[in-house]
């Protein structure tokens, strides 16, 4: 016998009651271009974060194409080397932290997880737009460069000494470190809002093992990037310090070590391509669970493989650097590590499978994308346990099989459970429906075009094609192959053509999407498509993992917020239980202001050292701004009350 | 052993038809790769099986699929029964995963013994090292009369064991030769040392593996495996100063190469050319190939490479040399008579 | 959504005009002048009206940071720190200080080069390629902190031997400047 229809909170929103008016006041957001910059909700950034992702991976997408057009033929003029080292080295710079983690990471998890924990914004709001503005930063001083024959050529993970001051001369590796530092700031401010919002923001009831698949997810990643991204910060920065100011940690003659740098940049580097996967696995999980009408299988596996895949991730590095000569005994371990890592994985597998085995699979749109998931991520998953063993990878490191691995896994891993994740969440954001028909078509034209252009790639690597050569000879019998990858762009350009004006034309007169189209049981499916201002009509509790299927029609409801004033609820990190109430700040032009002198003294200190000392009181004058005290609310913060009734 | 695991890999690789080819991981031609390459067919099947195992259990889970209900279907009831089910079956799944990886990992530390596993009391010993973007190859000896300084064109003896010591006058190259063995890293300021030893004679070509900046794309290099005779011969050839030019047209080639800029960067042992920029031409005649395995050693070839190296390596650190056509020519004949 | 574009427009377009030559990377010459050597020229005093001018292309090598970060590997491939050392000098005359015997103008720097001069000064006249002198006169110049920052070498991947040509501080220079007169 099947359970009733979705649950939603007491009072039905209509938007018309008095409360709902007078929460609409509060939690407004001002309107013009003013009121654009001062945006602190969570909705509006994480909607900004991914339309600024998806503008970069287009292009980063026309770089890709500019590629494969070059390599052609062998010995082809389209690109010269100097032009294609750069567009490589921006595809893969753009790809990775200008598209991946801000969309997968900073743009989803923004946007869904104080939705999925019941809270009315995100925690550190004002932190969450410095975020979105100097990630924006970023991408702009990247492409800045890119357009002013200053983009960097060195590679995306611009290892040392070509990307030093001696090999690399001029400005175009200090674009590259400087706009790491950028989107890694950006990354660890998401990361403290997201972490302090799951751990402290949760609604009443919703404990630790109560907590969706996609926040646990997005807790262990909010972790790993705060112990990751220094690492790259670090390595970023000793790199341009090696370049503008003279040290010497990657001199080998004056005791430097190259090698240094790749310990540095893949301690980082590993960590972040779980960063960028586990997301999509949680969209997976979440996706899984909802089209096959059952909560999933396998629940306490899941979160412990995504928490042991967030460990053993910082664990395996070395396997980015088999090929430098470094101790069997050490590359032994790295291997079993890196095998290892496949458990987790594979257990979130069989548990999907086992999900849908026992489930009733209703194979709406997203679904769709989860099947290709399945198949392109298992592919490059595979793949990668063969580079996990040394001597195999002694081979085909650095050449198109690596290429082909890692575009699986990440076009399988992210991209596929992205386009999922953007039809599923499509009604809740825009409250319309995406065209089921374009987005089939988007699907098929996609993966077929995917699958000939990446696949063919493995053959190309198996036949000793290396990476980032800007051509090849004639006698390598290479060019079959390639003019095969080449054409798999077109597909998947039409895919996403398709896709765009699916986008376009359903946010104006798709389907009117009601509060929970896919039936689906987090809490963001509770209040109407797209959100209210104020998230939630009465602050939720839940009963159980799956509130919307599983919580009674008399759920409680917290009461006792106030809704003259923008008042949230903190609750305790491990069972939820209200703890006090705290003030939201409410729009604010200071993270904007912040993150533009911030970009100033970043960029600025590029070119001179003068930049810092210079740069430095604007930045220090908009954090004043920023954390000016704003006294008291009117009635005191109370602790220790029951808050639900 | 060794004759059932060429034969299992044989047999594998017929499974699947390649087209011969240099440069190709999987026609191996010594036994580091081939090492490489039995490891890398078993894996392969290994995971096939997987995958088909994997793939045939989605389309099972999804076959049935109420695919345009519109609405949501009622959520199924817990069912306490099949989660028991499925539990014995994620279970078995694991285990399974969990020895498949065992086994690769406990094949994988195997192969790596074997392929590192070459030692010998009296290899042969190459020093590399990596520059942008030629190889210069040394085979060091106590004495600094025996020892042989060439580019791009490595000869080893059929047979005998081979130690690579490594170094780099720039930045990262990474040397490989997929028929050979796996590559390694010419990293500056380390010396890493690997061994191969190839058991067929022939030509076997490399190429750069670590992106080394605008010309990685065009420095390869070749190993060619001789018999110890013609090793042997080819040693002394390489020892002796540069030959003599006995035409005119070779005698004002040298002068030619003496007076303007090619001096500055190469080596003509013999003559007044003692420059270590750039490849030591001594016995460039004998090269099949030049400009890091690019061009064929041809006179068009060199002519043209000599006159505008950008134009074929755009970026290279060779300049452009625009002689007037009778020194070109007198040059050419020079160089193609440095055998 | 509007507000998006009208950003991007702004920006695209002064990015695309701002395009920098610091950036350059020269990798196919210009073809080769006319005889440039002797129309660079020691002092502005010349019999007759017509003035020559230093020919327009060197600047190039000395604005873009590649050119000179050439010019600094060919200082070391061609020995001439055998003589100069790296700017301090020894046989020859130091060239990372004040004093320029000959000048201190790209176009000196080349005639000088290309010329040789007395007391050991060898002339490399097709030894080197033009353009590789002009390199190596522009690497000359940032030795004595003559060029800007952004175009200088940094530290090489050598032993430090002396601070960064980036950060040498400019020295104003003596001697015969040698700049040709312009004509009215």
């Given at each position: 016998?099947?359970?009733?229809e979705?649950?939603?909170?007491?009072?039905?929103?209509?938007?018309?009651?008095e409360?709902?008016?007078?929460?609409a006041?509060?939690?407004?957001?001002?309107?013009g271009l003013?009121?654009?910059?001062?945006?602190?909700?969570?909705t509006?950034?994480g909607?900004?974060f991914m339309v600024?992702a998806f503008?970069f991976?287009?292009?980063?997408?026309?770089?890709?194409a500019?590629?494969?057009?070059?390599?052609i033929?062998?010995?082809n003029?389209?690109?010269g080397?100097?032009?294609y080292?750069q567009?490589?080295t921006?595809?893969?710079?753009t790809m990775i932290?200008?598209?991946a983690?801000p969309?997968?990471?900073?743009?989803?998890?923004?946007?869904i997880v104080?939705l999925?924990?019941g809270?009315r914004?995100?925690?550190?709001?004002?932190?969450?737009?410095?975020?979105?503005?100097?990630?924006v930063?970023g991408?702009l001083?990247?492409w800045?460069?890119l357009?002013?024959?200053?983009?960097?050529d060195v590679?995306?993970?611009?290892y040392?000494p070509?990307?030093?001051?001696?090999y690399?001369?001029?400005?175009?590796?200090d674009?590259?470190?400087?706009?790491?530092?950028f989107t890694?700031?950006?990354?660890?401010?998401?990361?403290?809002?997201?972490?302090?919002?799951?751990?402290?923001?949760?609604?009443p009831?919703m404990?630790l093992n109560?907590?969706p698949?996609?926040?646990?997810?997005?807790?262990?990643i909010?972790?790993?990037v705060?112990f990751?991204?220094p690492?790259?910060?670090v390595?970023?920065?000793l790199l341009?310090?090696?370049?503008l100011v003279?040290?010497?940690f990657?001199?080998?003659?004056?005791g430097?070590d190259?090698l240094?740098y790749?310990?540095?940049?893949?301690?980082?580097?590993?960590?972040?391509?779980?960063?960028?996967f586990?997301?999509?696995?949680?969209?997976?999980?979440?996706?899984?669970?909802?089209?096959s009408?059952?909560?999933i299988f396998?629940?306490?596996?899941i979160?412990?493989?995504?928490?042991a895949?967030?460990f053993?991730?910082?664990?395996?590095?070395?396997?980015h650097?088999?090929?430098?000569?470094?101790p069997?005994?050490?590359?032994?371990?790295?291997?079993?590590a890196?095998?290892?890592?496949v458990?987790?994985t594979?257990t979130q597998?069989f548990?999907?499978?086992?999900?849908?085995?026992y489930?009733?699979?209703?194979?709406?749109l997203p679904?769709?994308?989860c099947?290709?998931?399945f198949f392109?991520f298992?592919i490059?998953?595979l793949?990668?346990?063969?580079?996990?063993s040394v001597?195999?990878?002694?081979?085909?490191?650095?050449?198109?099989?690596?290429v082909?691995h890692?575009?699986y896994v990440?076009?399988g891993?992210a991209?596929f459970?992205?386009?999922a994740?953007i039809y599923?969440?499509f009604?809740?954001?825009t409250?319309?429906?995406?065209?089921?028909t374009?987005?089939k078509?988007?699907f098929w034209?996609?993966?077929?075009g995917?699958?000939?252009?990446?696949?063919t790639?493995?053959?190309?690597?198996?036949?000793?094609?290396?990476?980032?050569?800007?051509?090849?000879?004639p006698?390598m019998h290479?060019q079959?192959?390639?003019?095969?990858a080449?054409?798999g762009?077109i597909?998947?350009?039409?895919g996403?053509?398709?896709?765009l004006?699916?986008?376009?034309?359903?946010v104006r007169?798709g389907?009117?999407?009601?509060n929970?189209?896919w039936?689906d049981?987090?809490?963001?499916?509770?209040?109407?498509s797209?959100p209210?201002?104020?998230n939630?009509l009465?602050?939720?509790t839940?009963?159980?993992?799956d509130?919307?299927w599983?919580d009674p029609?008399d759920?409680?409801?917290?009461?006792?917020?106030?809704?003259d004033i923008?008042?949230?609820?903190?609750t305790h990190?491990?069972?939820a239980?209200?703890?006090?109430k705290?003030?939201d700040?409410g729009p604010s032009?200071w993270p904007?202001l912040?993150?533009?002198?911030v970009?100033?003294?970043?960029?600025g200190?590029?070119f001179?050292p003068?930049a810092?000392?210079i740069?430095?009181?604007?930045?220090?004058?908009?954090?004043?701004g920023w954390?000016w005290?704003?006294?008291q609310?009117?009635?005191p913060?109370?602790?220790?009350?029951?808050w639900?009734? | 052993m060794?004759a059932?695991?060429?034969?299992?890999?044989?047999s594998l690789a017929?499974?699947?038809?390649?087209?011969?080819?240099r440069h190709?991981m999987?026609?191996?031609?010594?036994p580091?790769a081939g090492?490489?390459?039995?490891?890398y067919?078993?894996t392969f099947?290994i995971?096939?099986?997987?995958?088909?195992?994997?793939?045939g259990?989605?389309?099972r889970?999804?076959a049935?699929?109420?695919?345009?209900?519109?609405?949501?279907?009622?959520?199924?009831e817990k069912?306490?029964?099949?989660d028991?089910?499925?539990g014995?079956g994620?279970?078995?799944a694991?285990?399974?995963?969990?020895?498949?990886?065992?086994?690769i990992l406990?094949?994988s530390v195997?192969t790596?013994k074997?392929?590192?596993?070459?030692?010998?009391q009296?290899p042969v010993t190459i020093?590399?090292?990596?520059h942008?973007?030629?190889?210069?190859i040394t085979y060091?000896n106590?004495k600094a009369?025996?020892t042989?300084?060439?580019?791009n064109?490595?000869?080893?003896?059929?047979?005998?064991?081979?130690?690579?010591l490594?170094n780099?006058?720039?930045v990262?190259h990474?040397f490989?030769?997929?028929?050979i063995?796996?590559?390694?890293?010419?990293?500056?300021?380390?010396?890493?040392?690997?061994?191969?030893q190839?058991d067929?004679?022939?030509i076997y070509?490399g190429?750069?593996?670590?992106?080394c900046?605008?010309?990685h794309?065009?420095m390869?290099?070749?190993i060619i495996?001789?018999?110890?005779d013609?090793f042997?011969a080819?040693?002394?050839?390489?020892?002796?100063?540069a030959?003599?030019?006995s035409?005119?047209e070779?005698?004002?080639?040298r002068e030619?190469?003496l007076?303007h800029?090619c001096?500055m960067?190469?080596t003509?042992r013999g003559?007044d050319?003692?420059s270590?920029v750039?490849?030591d031409?001594?016995?460039v005649?004998s090269r099949n190939m030049?400009a890091?395995?690019t061009?064929?050693?041809t006179a068009?070839?060199?002519?043209?490479?000599?006159v505008d190296p950008?134009?074929?390596?755009?970026?290279t650190?060779?300049s452009?040399n625009?002689l007037?056509?009778?020194?070109l020519?007198?040059v050419?004949?020079y160089l193609?008579?440095?055998? | 959504?509007?507000h998006?574009t009208?950003?991007?427009v702004l920006l695209g377009?002064i990015?695309?005009?701002?395009?920098?030559s610091?950036?350059?990377r020269?990798l196919?010459?210009p073809?080769p002048a006319n005889?440039?050597?002797?129309?660079v020229q020691?002092?502005?005093?010349?019999?007759g009206?017509?003035?020559?001018?230093?020919?327009?292309n060197?600047?190039m090598?000395?604005?873009?940071?590649?050119?000179?970060s050439?010019?600094?590997k060919?200082?070391?491939?061609y020995n001439?720190v055998?003589?100069?050392a790296?700017?301090?000098?020894?046989?020859?005359p130091?060239?990372?200080?004040?004093?320029?015997?000959?000048?201190?103008?790209?176009g000196?720097?080349?005639?000088t080069?290309?010329q040789g001069?007395?007391n050991?000064?060898?002339?490399?006249?097709n030894?080197?390629?033009?353009?590789q002198?002009w390199?190596?006169?522009?690497?000359?110049?940032?030795?004595a902190g003559?060029?800007?920052k952004?175009v200088?070498?940094n530290?090489?991947?050598?032993m430090?031997?002396k601070p960064a040509?980036?950060?040498?501080p400019?020295?104003?220079?003596n001697g015969?400047?040698?700049v040709?007169?312009?004509p009215k």
């Amino acid at each position: 016998m099947a359970v009733a229809e979705p649950i939603l909170a007491n009072d039905q929103d209509t938007g018309q009651s008095e409360l709902a008016q007078r929460l609409a006041r509060t939690w407004s957001q001002p309107k013009g271009l003013w009121g654009w910059f001062c945006n602190t909700h969570h909705t509006d950034i994480g909607i900004r974060f991914m339309v600024t992702a998806f503008i970069f991976f287009l292009l980063g997408g026309v770089l890709a194409a500019m590629i494969r057009l070059q390599l052609i033929r062998p010995e082809n003029s389209l690109m010269g080397p100097d032009l294609y080292n750069q567009v490589f080295t921006m595809h893969g710079s753009t790809m990775i932290f200008l598209f991946a983690v801000p969309m997968m990471f900073q743009g989803f998890g923004v946007y869904i997880v104080p939705l999925m924990c019941g809270a009315r914004n995100i925690a550190f709001p004002r932190l969450n737009a410095f975020s979105y503005y100097l990630y924006v930063g970023g991408a702009l001083v990247l492409w800045g460069g890119l357009l002013t024959n200053t983009g960097p050529d060195v590679g995306w993970f611009a290892y040392v000494p070509l990307s030093g001051p001696a090999y690399s001369p001029g400005h175009r590796a200090d674009i590259w470190s400087q706009m790491i530092t950028f989107t890694e700031v950006s990354a660890l401010g998401v990361a403290i809002c997201l972490a302090t919002t799951i751990l402290r923001h949760r609604a009443p009831g919703m404990t630790l093992n109560r907590m969706p698949i996609l926040l646990w997810e997005k807790l262990v990643i909010s972790i790993a990037v705060i112990f990751a991204m220094p690492a790259v910060m670090v390595a970023s920065g000793l790199l341009l310090l090696d370049r503008l100011v003279g040290t010497h940690f990657f001199n080998p003659a004056e005791g430097g070590d190259v090698l240094l740098y790749q310990h540095l940049f893949w301690f980082f580097g590993h960590p972040e391509v779980y960063i960028i996967f586990l997301p999509g696995a949680a969209i997976v999980s979440t996706l899984v669970e909802c089209f096959s009408r059952r909560r999933i299988f396998g629940y306490t596996p899941i979160v412990v493989s995504v928490v042991a895949t967030g460990f053993i991730g910082f664990s395996v590095w070395v396997h980015h650097m088999f090929a430098t000569g470094l101790p069997q005994l050490s590359q032994s371990f790295f291997t079993a590590a890196s095998l290892m890592i496949v458990i987790p994985t594979g257990t979130q597998f069989f548990c999907w499978v086992a999900t849908l085995w026992y489930g009733r699979l209703q194979l709406r749109l997203p679904m769709l994308w989860c099947l290709g998931f399945f198949f392109v991520f298992l592919i490059g998953g595979l793949s990668g346990v063969m580079l996990a063993s040394v001597p195999v990878d002694l081979q085909v490191h650095d050449t198109y099989f690596v290429v082909a691995h890692f575009h699986y896994v990440l076009i399988g891993g992210a991209l596929f459970p992205m386009f999922a994740g953007i039809y599923f969440w499509f009604p809740k954001m825009t409250g319309r429906m995406a065209n089921a028909t374009l987005g089939k078509w988007h699907f098929w034209l996609f993966f077929i075009g995917f699958n000939i252009t990446f696949f063919t790639l493995h053959f190309l690597g198996l036949r000793g094609m290396p990476r980032r050569v800007y051509t090849y000879g004639p006698d390598m019998h290479w060019q079959g192959l390639n003019v095969l990858a080449s054409s798999g762009v077109i597909f998947m350009t039409a895919g996403l053509l398709v896709f765009l004006v699916n986008v376009f034309r359903s946010v104006r007169v798709g389907g009117i999407a009601g509060n929970s189209p896919w039936g689906d049981a987090g809490l963001e499916w509770s209040m109407s498509s797209p959100p209210p201002p104020y998230n939630f009509l009465h602050v939720p509790t839940v009963s159980g993992r799956d509130p919307l299927w599983e919580d009674p029609p008399d759920q409680p409801v917290v009461v006792g917020l106030r809704d003259d004033i923008r008042e949230t609820l903190v609750t305790h990190s491990l069972d939820a239980d209200p703890q006090h109430k705290d003030e939201d700040p409410g729009p604010s032009i200071w993270p904007f202001l912040s993150a533009l002198t911030v970009s100033a003294a970043f960029v600025g200190s590029i070119f001179t050292p003068w930049a810092v000392p210079i740069g430095a009181p604007p930045v220090i004058a908009t954090l004043i701004g920023w954390l000016w005290p704003r006294g008291q609310s009117p009635t005191p913060r109370q602790t220790g009350e029951s808050w639900v009734h | 052993m060794n004759a059932t695991r060429s034969l299992i890999a044989a047999s594998l690789a017929q499974a699947m038809p390649l087209d011969p080819g240099r440069h190709h991981m999987l026609h191996a031609a010594a036994p580091q790769a081939g090492h490489i390459e039995w490891l890398y067919w078993i894996t392969f099947w290994i995971l096939f099986a997987v995958f088909v195992l994997m793939i045939g259990a989605f389309v099972r889970a999804s076959a049935k699929t109420h695919v345009e209900a519109i609405h949501p279907l009622p959520i199924l009831e817990k069912d306490e029964k099949a989660d028991r089910r499925a539990g014995w079956g994620v279970g078995a799944a694991l285990a399974v995963t969990v020895i498949t990886l065992f086994v690769i990992l406990v094949l994988s530390v195997i192969t790596g013994k074997r392929v590192e596993g070459l030692t010998s009391q009296n290899p042969v010993t190459i020093q590399i090292t990596g520059h942008q973007w030629w190889w210069e190859i040394t085979y060091p000896n106590p004495k600094a009369d025996q020892t042989v300084t060439t580019a791009n064109e490595i000869h080893v003896p059929v047979g005998t064991p081979v130690v690579v010591l490594t170094n780099s006058k720039d930045v990262i190259h990474s040397f490989w030769a997929p028929n050979i063995t796996g590559k390694r890293d010419l990293l500056p300021g380390y010396s890493s040392a690997f061994w191969f030893q190839i058991d067929r004679a022939g030509i076997y070509h490399g190429q750069c593996a670590e992106f080394c900046g605008l010309q990685h794309a065009h420095m390869g290099f070749s190993i060619i495996a001789e018999s110890s005779d013609a090793f042997q011969a080819w040693q002394q050839e390489q020892l002796k100063t540069a030959s003599e030019p006995s035409t005119s047209e070779t005698i004002r080639g040298r002068e030619v190469f003496l007076t303007h800029a090619c001096l500055m960067c190469h080596t003509i042992r013999g003559t007044d050319a003692g420059s270590r920029v750039g490849p030591d031409l001594t016995h460039v005649a004998s090269r099949n190939m030049i400009a890091a395995e690019t061009l064929p050693n041809t006179a068009g070839a060199l002519a043209g490479w000599v006159v505008d190296p950008q134009r074929i390596k755009p970026g290279t650190q060779m300049s452009p040399n625009p002689l007037a056509p009778d020194d070109l020519q007198a040059v050419v004949a020079y160089l193609q008579s440095l055998h | 959504m509007r507000h998006y574009t009208q950003i991007g427009v702004l920006l695209g377009a002064i990015a695309v005009l701002a395009s920098c030559s610091r950036e350059d990377r020269i990798l196919r010459q210009p073809p080769p002048a006319n005889d440039t050597l002797n129309t660079v020229q020691i002092s502005g005093l010349n019999p007759g009206a017509n003035l020559i001018r230093t020919p327009p292309n060197s600047n190039m090598y000395q604005a873009s940071a590649y050119a000179v970060s050439e010019g600094q590997k060919l200082y070391e491939a061609y020995n001439c720190v055998g003589c100069h050392a790296h700017g301090g000098g020894g046989i020859g005359p130091p060239l990372m200080d004040r004093n320029w015997i000959y000048g201190s103008e790209p176009g000196n720097i080349f005639a000088t080069i290309m010329q040789g001069r007395p007391n050991g000064m060898p002339s490399f006249r097709n030894r080197i390629p033009e353009y590789q002198a002009w390199e190596i006169a522009a690497y000359v110049r940032s030795m004595a902190g003559l060029l800007p920052k952004g175009v200088s070498p940094n530290r090489t991947d050598q032993m430090n031997i002396k601070p960064a040509e980036s950060s040498t501080p400019e020295q104003t220079p003596n001697g015969i400047t040698g700049v040709p007169e312009q004509p009215k």
